[in-house]
């Protein structure tokens, strides 16, 4: 079993749809990570979250340490936002992150 | 926009050659990360650097090494390439900012296919 798990895997929508994207962890962390792949390969950093909640743009992520889980939403959804959507996190005392498998979306107009 | 960069972004090759994957980030950080990634996969670590003079293995790294000369500059080599190196890696940094906030910065990827 992962240490990290992500649903769905696959996800598909039409534009304008509200969408979240759900990571639950089985270890303790100091941070968890949503980060964006696009088809090629090039992944962006969206969030670091340790607590609470972060908004940037369309683009909200929340986290519930107790209950080890974070979800990524994103309101008016648009085809550009198509992409996986990876959550990663970092257990206690170590640089390294895990890595979800990743949350494929496609959003058709 | 990140300036990571990584060369060369395609690379087939025979069984048993030598290759060296470069990959080089203007931001200053320290902390550089290689990782593997099989379509549709999870990210793997396959070493990690604190800074200049620092190497650390990750998941899967008893097939490669890595050097840190220089600050900028963190290579992947592959002593012998088999089929089963075929994948894509990917190489990271990332910048702790004085509010905890740490942001990730990757590298466009190197794709590898070994015949």
């Known amino acids: 079993k992962n240490e990290v798990e992500q649903s769905p895997q696959n996800l598909t929508a039409q534009e304008g749809e509200f969408i979240t994207i759900n990571c639950s962890y089985s270890?303790?962390?100091?941070?968890l990570h949503w980060l964006q792949q696009h088809p090629g390969g090039g992944i962006v950093s969206l969030f670091m979250?340790?607590?609470g909640k972060k908004k940037h743009g369309r683009l909200i992520a929340t986290i519930n340490i107790q209950e080890k889980h974070s979800s990524l939403h994103i309101t008016a959804s648009h085809p550009r936002d198509s992409a996986v959507y990876i959550c990663?996190?970092?257990?206690?005392?170590?640089?390294?992150?895990?890595f979800g498998t990743g949350t494929r979306l496609q959003v058709f107009p | 926009e990140a300036d990571i960069y990584q060369t060369p972004r395609y690379l087939v090759i025979g069984t048993g050659k030598k290759i060296t994957l470069e990959c080089s980030q203007t931001m200053g950080h320290d902390k550089m990360y290689w990782y593997q990634q099989d379509p549709g996969m999870e990210l793997h670590l396959i070493h990690y650097?604190?800074?200049?003079?620092?190497?650390e293995k990750g998941d899967l790294s008893s097939e490669s090494t890595v050097s840190r000369i220089r600050t900028e500059h963190f290579p992947l080599t592959l002593e012998s390439a088999r089929p089963s190196h075929t994948s894509q890696y990917l190489c990271?940094?990332?910048?702790?900012?004085?509010?905890?906030?740490?942001?990730?910065?990757f590298g466009p990827g190197t794709r590898l296919l070994v015949l």
């Open positions: 979250l340790s607590s």
């Open positions: 990663a996190v970092r257990a206690y005392n170590t640089d390294k992150l895990i």
């Open positions: 990271a940094s990332s910048e702790y900012l004085t509010s905890g906030t740490e942001t990730q910065y």
């Open positions: 270890v303790g962390i100091s941070a």
């Open positions: 650097s604190y800074g200049v003079n620092s190497t």
